[in-house]
């Protein structure tokens, strides 16, 4: 059980290219969603979906594209890297709880991906 | 709307001296409170929720609704409690809402 697996650990870009942080989790957890770790924002959230084909903007969505064509992956995809990108991102699973459009509160979070874009 | 606040970016203590991580939180409901830990070079792992009321590692947490509090608490610190710590809020039907984070740092 590997729990939620994010590649690439690392990546570097340059400004205007575009990539994809991939995302896997083998927990059959229907909520999946990306987090932006900065020094002094704290985890900031990007997209979340609650199950496949199903998915929504969090507090910090431009910028950034995913989808959820299965339960076990959600791809966050960058289409023109910018400098303001450079970050840590996570991405993290969890039951679906409550009316069945958010986590439960219990995460279980990948390793993190270093992005830097010059 | 959900709130988190952590006042404190860096906790520095002395090794054996007691914490306090401080966590306010704004929902008008009955909220879950959570605190997660980062260790260096680890992934973000959850070291407890208040519906549990255990203790781990060492830690505890009350909630207290009064005063919308959920301040994380040890008697005594170990140098290996050194870490990046996140106080969270889950309202049921919006994912969960993080602190901005505090970092602990204890001094050998």
């Known amino acids: 059980n590997a729990g939620v697996t994010q590649t690439p650990k690392f990546q570097v870009l340059k400004t205007g290219q575009s990539m994809t942080l991939q995302c896997a989790q083998d927990?059959?957890?229907?909520?999946m969603s990306w987090y932006r770790q900065d020094p002094g924002m704290g985890l900031r959230l990007i997209h979340y979906s609650v199950g496949a084909g199903i998915t929504d903007q969090g507090e910090v969505p431009n910028g950034y594209n995913v989808s959820r064509s299965t339960t076990e992956d959600f791809p966050l995809r960058l289409l023109s890297a910018a400098p303001s990108q450079t970050s840590v991102y996570f991405c993290a699973s969890s039951y679906s709880g409550g009316r069945g459009w958010s986590d439960t509160g219990e995460l279980f979070f990948g390793e993190g991906s270093r992005l830097t874009v010059l | 709307a959900q709130r988190v606040t952590q006042p404190e970016k860096l906790l520095s203590v002395f090794k054996g001296a007691p914490v306090e991580l401080k966590c306010n939180y704004s929902?008008?409901?009955?909220?879950?409170l959570f605190w997660y830990v980062q260790y260096s070079r680890q992934r973000l792992q959850l070291l407890l929720r208040h519906i549990s009321r255990e203790s781990i590692k060492g830690f505890t947490a009350d909630l207290n609704k009064g005063e919308t509090s959920f301040h994380l608490k040890k008697p005594f610190a170990q140098e290996e409690d050194s870490a990046m710590y996140y106080c969270?809020?889950?309202?049921?039907?919006?994912?969960?809402?993080f602190g901005k984070g505090t970092r602990l740092s204890v001094i050998a």
């Open positions: 929902y008008s409901g009955s909220p879950e």
């Open positions: 969270a809020l889950y309202s049921g039907n919006t994912p969960l809402v």
């Open positions: 927990m059959n957890h229907e909520y």
